[in-house]
């Protein structure tokens, strides 16, 4: 009896979860499909952020330096 309970349960939450039509079905990990949005135009200032991931050291700064000096300058 406690199985057929069991099995029940789970086909029960499988199908209420199923995806039909114009509606995709509910998301379970809100965490995982939602990320947290971030400004991608914010600029990084201090030449020393990232220097312990620099790719190219002749350059004199930091990894996430933004050397964009035109939007820098605004």
């Not at 620099?54 to 035109?70: K, M, R, V």
Request: with cysteine.
């Amino acid at each position: 009896m406690n199985k057929l309970i069991l099995y029940l349960f789970i086909g029960i939450f499988f199908i209420s979860c199923s995806a039909k039509d114009d509606y995709p079905g509910l998301n379970m990990l809100l965490i995982c499909i939602h990320s947290v949005p971030y400004e991608p135009l914010s600029q990084v200032k201090d030449e020393e952020i990232g220097s312990w991931l620099d790719s190219n050291p002749e350059d004199g700064h930091g990894e996430f330096y933004n050397s964009n000096l035109i939007i820098r300058m605004v």
